[in-house]
């Protein structure tokens, strides 16, 4: 492919990837691997490293649109009334402590069973930590059942509601119906058929879910994405506020899986994504891996991030890319700086002047598909195309496009102010 400027050099390694995976390892990159977005992740969690939260503050999602899309059942039918997500993410933390210390079931070795995985699980009205093991085999298989007994004696039914990795969710039922609300999951990652790790990680489980979860969730994103913008303003590069609105919704949208978009309630989907968020925090996508070596909450691949670094190397990008990408903060300043260069390429462009004058291409869209795929073959899409330029991008872009659309008009967020406050 040829390509006619530095910033369009690495435009064309950024990939797509979507939440539901496969494989939890980065895979070696080839050079068709660079031009194509990966089309599966799995998301894990490895030991999260002590860092500061920013403020929340609450983002309203509008509800009027989702009618349009069918009936929402967003919270459960035992939901956590009386717990808020400060207090579900303290649980959540006391859980996580209790699996750490907790003895390894043979004295034979200290290594833990790559086999078997872990879920605490809070009875609400006990306030009482039950553990629930079962075999990685029936973890992730989606509708598998399971009648067990947990840490404290207690029978209970589990049911994987979706199989995903350490994203997999469940229901924990006790034969008298009583729901236990899954808090996390204690998952054996492998390479190779070897013990690598233990992770530790919260899904969007059914009995978690609450409308203050979701908002949660939407503050975290829009506070994170504010926070990179003002570190690098003060380093003396300015983002445009309509870009980071862009990159806002893009951090949705970015793991939207094509096939639950097609046949699930979509804002279903998008209050998933901002639940785990919530749930998660710093941690969330921290291991979402493609097969392309695509990578965590922004999804870019080593060779992109690294051009960024050497383009960029005041702002202080991590060296290391696996940890660059599992920390929000910095990733999230690699995608904007990302984002606006390719803007900056692409608004000098004759033909996007002309699509954007001739309205045949909004910015916002132009943003969205130079993301997914490789922008710098849109000016020639356009020139082709015309009007009818959106049926030459690849399959995948258009399908992003329109989780785009979707996302923006049943979420819609406020807008930022004209300028990045420092």
């Not at 895979?27 to 030991?47: F, G, I, L, S, Y």
């Not at 989702?66 to 009386?82: F, M, T, V």
């Not at 639940?275 to 070596?293: C, I, M, P, Q």
Request: with cysteine; proline share 6%.
């Amino acid at each position: 492919m040829r390509i006619n400027s530095p910033v369009a050099v690495f435009i064309a390694a950024v990939v797509f990837s979507a939440v539901n995976a496969q494989t939890t390892q980065q895979t070696p990159q080839t050079d068709a691997d660079k031009m194509v977005r990966p089309r599966v992740v799995t998301p894990a969690v490895e030991q999260p490293a002590a860092s500061q939260n920013p403020p929340k503050a609450a983002v309203v999602p509008s509800t009027a649109a989702a009618a349009a899309e069918g009936p929402h059942k967003l919270a459960p039918s035992h939901p956590i009334q009386a717990l808020t997500p400060s207090v579900i993410q303290a649980r959540i933390s006391e859980a996580k402590r209790m699996l750490r210390t907790k003895p390894v079931p043979t004295a034979m070795t200290t290594t833990p069973s790559i086999q078997f995985v872990t879920v605490a699980a809070l009875d609400r009205d006990s306030s009482k930590m039950h553990f629930v093991t079962m075999s990685k085999e029936t973890f992730l298989k989606k509708g598998a059942e399971l009648s067990t007994v947990t840490s404290l004696g207690t029978n209970v039914n589990v049911k994987i509601i979706r199989a995903n990795g350490v994203n997999t969710a469940l229901t924990i039922v006790t034969p008298e119906g009583k729901a236990l609300a899954p808090l996390i999951v204690e998952y054996p990652i492998e390479k190779g058929g070897m013990f690598k790790e233990l992770a530790y990680y919260t899904s969007a489980h059914p009995e978690l879910l609450s409308r203050d979860l979701v908002r949660s969730g939407q503050s975290y994103v829009r506070n994170m994405l504010d926070l990179a913008a003002k570190r690098l303003s003060e380093k003396g590069i300015t983002v445009s506020p309509d870009l980071i609105d862009i990159a806002e919704r893009l951090c949705v949208v970015e793991h939207v899986d094509h096939g639950r978009f097609r046949d699930e309630n979509r804002i279903a989907l998008y209050d998933e994504i901002y639940s785990l968020f919530a749930l998660n925090e710093l941690d969330t996508y921290r291991f979402a891996v493609s097969s392309a070596g695509a990578g965590g909450m922004v999804q870019m691949i080593p060779w992109a991030y690294n051009l960024q670094r050497t383009r960029y190397p005041g702002v202080g990008l991590m060296p290391d890319f696996v940890n660059g990408m599992r920390t929000h903060s910095n990733a999230l300043q690699a995608m904007l700086l990302y984002m606006k260069d390719v803007w900056a390429d692409l608004e000098a462009n004759e033909e996007v002047q002309y699509a954007l004058s001739s309205k045949l291409a909004t910015k916002t869209e132009l943003m969205a598909a130079g993301y997914n795929s490789n922008a710098a073959k849109l000016p020639g899409y356009l020139k082709r195309g015309r009007d009818n330029w959106r049926n030459l991008i690849p399959r995948e872009t258009q399908m992003y496009l329109q989780i785009y659309k979707s996302f923006d008009s049943l979420v819609p967020l406020p807008a930022r102010a004209s300028t990045v406050r420092r």
